[in-house]
């Protein structure tokens, strides 16, 4: 098993122009052909939340696309940090603001 299959589980918070952009599904659509774990949110704080789960290259390849984000919006940075596998679920869907 290569660095780039070993399954691991991020969060990330991406900041900028990320909330009524289309960002929350476009970021579904993006980790579904992935073939990832985990969900996406927005937050009060006008940030976007995520968590994913999956092979370390398909997180990594999930991370790039998010900094590129969808057409309209306009991602300033990301922070990103280990997280929990079981906080997943199964499948990548979209949760309610928190």
Not at 4 to 10: F, G, P, Q, W
Not at 11 to 24: D, L
């Given at each position: 098993?290569t660095?780039?299959?070993?399954?691991i589980?991020?969060?990330?918070?991406?900041?900028g122009?990320v909330?009524?952009?289309?960002?929350?599904y476009?970021?579904v659509?993006?980790?579904n052909?992935?073939g990832l774990?985990?969900?996406v949110?927005?937050?009060s704080?006008?940030?976007?939340?995520l968590?994913a789960?999956g092979?370390?290259?398909?997180?990594?390849?999930?991370?790039?696309?998010?900094q590129?984000?969808p057409?309209l919006?306009?991602?300033t940075?990301i922070?990103?940090?280990?997280?929990r596998?079981?906080d997943a679920?199964?499948?990548?869907r979209q949760?309610?603001t928190?």
């Amino acid at each position: 098993m290569t660095d780039d299959d070993k399954r691991i589980a991020v969060r990330a918070r991406i900041h900028g122009r990320v909330t009524g952009v289309g960002y929350r599904y476009w970021t579904v659509g993006q980790a579904n052909a992935l073939g990832l774990h985990g969900w996406v949110r927005n937050r009060s704080d006008a940030t976007v939340e995520l968590l994913a789960v999956g092979p370390k290259g398909r997180i990594d390849s999930l991370l790039a696309a998010c900094q590129r984000g969808p057409s309209l919006a306009n991602v300033t940075h990301i922070d990103v940090d280990a997280a929990r596998m079981e906080d997943a679920g199964v499948g990548f869907r979209q949760l309610p603001t928190l």
